[in-house]
């Protein structure tokens, strides 16, 4: 509910701080006195467009705060979270609205736009009078309300889910067909693309191996020539080595004759001997590990040079080639089989069809019976509201070629105001005082379903007797039992119905400007009031008297 409402240099209002409870909330008082610039203030706050002329003269701005004490799952919240809004707490809306013409919005003092403020407002207040009424005359809502009304929100339920299954399952066929469509063009392509990469049969990682392989025997091969030819100088028949032996073998027979002189030198050519036969052994190795066949090199360079031709031809690089292969075979696996799968995913679709029509069949006959039975609840309700000749019409039209996930309906709520005349939409055919007493019935037949936790009746009882006036006042009071209900009146019989009761005056301020005030009476002096508005500027014991018949006057 709202729980406050502040105002900051607004018209006439200079600063005001309103607190609220549940139940029936009346705003009275003389006309003029300030009761629409506070109604324009709320619906500042709840995201309504702003206007430069709402500033107090002499202000730079104005500003209007509303706070809403709403349950953790209200509808409001969600909006919030979703959002990225602070949610846990009270609900802050504030305005500022600037003489320049700009304004500025805040959610929980978070600055938001003013979709998002009106987004949030409209899940909190509803607004109805005479020549603003959004809330009920919307199209879009009529089949909330009935679904509502008639507790369907299970059967939508199901039916939501079963339209999601029908919508994806008609996805899937239609992606299926694109695709089955698409392959047969190119069934022949791809049936000799397949067989080239399946002969092919490409690996990943096998061109950067290849690559490797054919650098190492290149590289083996330029330099075994050099490997070859050293081997040749230490083996073969120029090799100094059995030369350099014997010569050895000479000196060391004549060591003795001249240890001196021929020792070391023994040594050092026996020392030359072992490392030149090292040598010659490590070149044999090296020899040996540098042969290959040829005729690898030849097989490595030609698979080598097939992948790249086919990674040219397919514009993709080699690694990606076996995925290509694979997904082409897909494709043509669904040509192959397609058929097959084409029929199953159309089964699917009828299955879903059919399930989707039988729920929103019962659902739209539910909801053809939950409109006969409002239609009853609130013509049981117009005689009362001087509408005794009027009639709500509830015009439901259904087409299973329309699905929805909100099933096959449109509904639209259409009145009557006498008999022989043609029904039409409410806001064509009602006048603002029938509007206004119209939407009434409804709110009370629909009690507190679909309804924002707050409602605003603005002079809805304009125009109307005391018996007409008696009759909304007992309405409003019996939905005040179930939602918060905020009025402006000018009716006693409305406001001796109330819970709470505020007086709008006019006021000069000590600068000698007029300023509008809000005055909270009290109960021990709410007869007076009512009195007041029974009588006018001289109240007499008779209006005392009818003041407290008013208000002591059951609830029925």
């Known amino acids: 509910m709202l729980s406050a409402l502040s105002i900051r240099d607004i018209v006439l209002i200079d600063k005001l701080d309103l607190a609220f409870s549940d139940g029936m909330t009346v705003l009275t008082g003389e006309t003029g006195a300030g009761k629409s610039i506070l109604l324009d203030s709320l619906s500042?706050?709840?995201?309504?467009?702003?206007?430069?002329?709402?500033?107090?003269?002499?202000?730079?701005?104005?500003?209007?705060?509303?706070?809403?004490?709403?349950?953790?799952?209200?509808?409001?919240?969600?909006?919030?979270?979703?959002?990225?809004?602070?949610?846990?707490?009270?609900?802050?809306?504030?305005r500022?609205?600037?003489?320049?013409?700009?304004?500025?919005?805040?959610?929980?003092?978070?600055?938001?736009?003013?979709?998002?403020?009106?987004?949030?407002g409209n899940?909190?207040?509803?607004?109805?009078?005479?020549?603003?009424?959004?809330?009920?005359?919307?199209?879009?809502?009529?089949?909330?309300?009935?679904?509502?009304?008639g507790g369907l929100e299970h059967d939508l339920s199901e039916?939501?889910?079963?339209?999601?299954?029908?919508?994806?399952?008609?996805?899937?066929?239609?992606?299926?067909?694109k695709r089955l469509e698409a392959a047969r063009q190119e069934a022949d392509y791809l049936r000799s693309s397949v067989d080239e990469l399946t002969a092919l049969d490409p690996q990943v990682d096998e061109?950067?191996?290849?690559?490797?392989?054919?650098?190492?025997?290149?590289?083996?091969?330029?330099?075994?020539?050099?490997?070859?030819?050293?081997?040749?100088?230490?083996?073969?028949?120029?090799?100094?080595?059995?030369?350099?032996?014997?010569?050895?073998?000479?000196?060391?027979?004549?060591?003795?004759?001249?240890?001196?002189?021929?020792?070391?030198?023994?040594?050092?050519?026996?020392?030359?001997?072992?490392?030149?036969?090292?040598?010659?052994?490590?070149?044999?190795?090296?020899?040996?590990?540098?042969?290959?066949?040829?005729?690898?090199?030849?097989?490595?360079?030609?698979?080598?040079?097939?992948?790249?031709?086919?990674?040219?031809?397919?514009?993709?690089?080699?690694?990606?080639?076996?995925?290509?292969?694979?997904?082409?075979?897909?494709?043509?696996?669904?040509?192959?089989?397609?058929?097959?799968?084409?029929?199953?995913l159309a089964q699917k679709v009828e299955e879903a069809r059919a399930a989707y029509d039988v729920r929103a069949t019962s659902l739209s006959l539910k909801r053809g019976n939950a409109a006969r039975a409002l239609e009853e609840a609130v013509q049981s309700e117009l005689p009362a509201l001087k509408l005794e000749r009027a009639r709500l019409i509830i015009e439901q039209e259904s087409d299973l070629e329309q699905r929805s996930a909100d099933g096959i309906d449109k509904v639209e709520f259409h009145a009557q105001t006498n008999p022989g005349t043609r029904p039409g939409p409410l806001l064509k055919v009602a006048s603002g005082g029938e509007l206004s007493r119209f939407l009434l019935a409804l709110k009370v037949s629909l009690a507190d379903k679909g309804s924002a936790p707050t409602l605003v009746f603005d002079e809805i009882d304009s125009g109307v007797g005391g018996a007409v006036a008696e009759a909304i006042g007992m309405r409003l009071a019996r939905l005040a039992q179930r939602v918060q209900v905020l009025t402006v009146t000018h009716a006693p019989q409305v406001a001796a119905r109330s819970d709470g009761h505020f007086l709008i005056q006019k006021a000069e301020t000590d600068m000698g400007t007029v300023a509008t005030g809000v005055r909270e009476i009290l109960e021990a002096d709410r007869r007076e009031e009512i009195a007041r508005m029974l009588a006018g500027a001289t109240i007499t014991e008779e209006a005392r008297a009818a003041a407290d018949r008013l208000m002591e006057a059951p609830l029925v």
Do not use: W
Not at 98 to 119: F, K, W
Not at 131 to 144: I, K, M, T
């Open 123 to 149: 899940c909190l207040v509803e607004v109805h009078g005479q020549h603003a009424d959004r809330a009920l005359v919307d199209v879009e809502s009529h089949r909330q309300l009935i679904d509502s009304f």
């Open 159 to 177: 039916v939501g889910f079963h339209y999601r299954q029908f919508h994806k399952a008609e996805k899937e066929l239609r992606a299926h067909e």
């Open 207 to 344: 061109e950067q191996e290849l690559a490797l392989r054919r650098q190492d025997m290149m590289q083996v091969e330029k330099i075994a020539g050099d490997l070859r030819e050293a081997f040749d100088t230490l083996d073969g028949h120029a090799s100094p080595i059995p030369e350099l032996a014997s010569l050895m073998r000479r000196l060391e027979r004549k060591v003795e004759q001249a240890p001196t002189f021929l020792t070391g030198v023994v040594d050092q050519l026996g020392g030359a001997l072992d490392q030149l036969e090292e040598a010659r052994g490590g070149l044999e190795l090296a020899l040996r590990a540098t042969e290959f066949d040829r005729g690898e090199l030849e097989q490595v360079e030609e698979r080598l040079f097939a992948l790249r031709a086919a990674s040219r031809k397919y514009s993709l690089p080699v690694d990606e080639l076996a995925v290509l292969r694979d997904n082409m075979a897909a494709d043509l696996a669904d040509v192959d089989a397609g058929e097959d799968k084409l029929q199953a």
């Open 96 to 120: 500022v609205q600037a003489e320049d013409g700009r304004t500025r919005a805040y959610i929980n003092d978070a600055p938001v736009s003013a979709s998002v403020l009106r987004q949030v």
């Open 44 to 94: 500042l706050a709840l995201g309504g467009r702003g206007d430069a002329s709402l500033v107090r003269h002499g202000e730079e701005r104005g500003q209007v705060t509303a706070v809403f004490d709403v349950p953790m799952d209200h509808a409001a919240r969600k909006v919030l979270q979703d959002n990225e809004l602070e949610a846990d707490s009270d609900i802050i809306l504030r």
